[in-house]
């Protein structure tokens, strides 16, 4: 059995994740400084899931390891603008 753990935006992630998660989170927080999103008292999450890590970030973004190609998946909240159209 693994615990996870958190760690504030801009720490070190924690060793045990594989390289290329550490890379994704690297690379969600270079995008959130290029954009200037405020991350203060933003913190990452991480959980094990039969054996694989979910990272997740306060703002909704999650990245899953794929064990088998080692690679990550970063997947963003979606941000929608009311319309005109929206019910009430």
Do not use: C, F, H
Request: charged residues 25%; aromatic residues 8%.
């Amino acid at each position: 059995m693994q615990l996870g753990t958190r760690w504030a935006v801009g720490e070190q992630p924690p060793s045990s994740l594989p390289e290329v998660v550490a890379y994704a989170v690297t690379t969600v927080e270079e995008e959130l400084v290029a954009t200037d999103v405020e991350t203060d008292g933003w913190r990452w999450t991480l959980t094990w899931l039969e054996g694989k890590p979910v990272v997740e970030l306060d703002d909704g973004t999650v990245i899953r390891y794929n064990q088998n190609e080692d690679s990550a998946t970063i997947t963003q909240p979606v941000e929608t603008e009311s319309s005109d159209y929206d019910e009430v």
